[in-house]
């Protein structure tokens, strides 16, 4: 079975610019959630999305945005760049719900750099 | 807003000795907590995980321990090896808002 993927694997961006990223499940999960690390502050949860409607979000700010699609691939949209964005973001996938499920899958991460 | 801490960001484990690694919650509903293993440059896995309804499980040299009282939970590992050298994130799911929060992670050295 395949894993998580990511695309792509590095991003260098400007600041001012918008960012896309796009993670694909494990076949038949049916949750993504998405996840910013960086050095010191860990993975912190952005949202989770299931059945293609935003079940939860994190503590971050309107400029990331997310959704998916009916065949569970999901995006992340950040818009205006700021410097502080630049980071690892790593998806995970689920079979359901994240709090339900036994295990996250994650994917090998998008490495995104703002100048 | 619902809080994971993790203790301590990085130590430094004689090879052999045991390492533990503790994580309090503030969210007295949590209900699951697993554990997660990053390799360098690798992503996260799951290495073990417990529910509330146990205090104590074991994996071979892994074992977690979770105290619902104090609302704090420990990743226990036994004859460390430099394979175990990696950070470790604890967790907790917060089922007022139905999500998975993460510690900050520990930073595990093996030393030789």
């Known amino acids: 079975k395949a894993g998580v993927t990511q695309t792509p694997r590095y991003l260098i961006k400007t600041r001012g610019q918008q960012v896309t990223l796009s993670c694909s499940p494990i076949?038949?999960?049916?949750?993504v959630s998405w996840y910013q690390q960086t050095p010191g502050q860990g993975l912190q949860f952005l949202f989770e999305?299931?059945?293609?409607?935003?079940?939860n979000k994190g503590n971050f700010p309107g400029r990331f945005s997310g959704r998916q699609f009916s065949n569970s691939r999901s995006e992340m949209n950040v818009s205006t760049l700021e410097l502080g964005d630049s980071a690892l973001y790593l998806c995970?996938?689920?079979?359901?719900?994240?709090?339900?499920?036994?295990?996250?899958?994650f994917g090998p991460g998008t490495r995104l750099t703002v100048l | 807003g619902e809080n994971v801490e993790q203790h301590p960001s990085t130590l430094s484990v004689q090879e052999g000795d045991s390492a533990v690694i503790k994580c309090t919650y503030s969210?007295?509903?949590?209900?699951?907590f697993p554990w997660y293993k990053q390799e360098l440059g690798k992503r996260p896995q799951l290495i073990i995980d417990i529910r509330s309804n146990v205090g104590e499980k074991k994996d071979q040299r892994i074992a977690v321990t979770l105290n619902k009282t104090a609302k704090h939970f420990s990743l226990h590992i036994t004859e460390t090896q430099p394979e175990d050298s990696a950070v470790y994130f604890c967790?907790?799911?917060?089922?007022?808002?139905?999500?998975?929060?993460f510690g900050k992670g520990t930073r595990l050295h093996i030393l030789p």
């Open positions: 076949s038949g999960h049916r949750s």
């Open positions: 969210d007295s509903a949590s209900n699951y």
């Open positions: 967790a907790a799911s917060i089922r007022r808002d139905d999500k998975i929060i």
């Open positions: 999305y299931f059945s293609e409607t935003q079940r």
């Open positions: 995970a996938s689920s079979l359901v719900l994240a709090v339900t499920s036994n295990e996250q899958f």
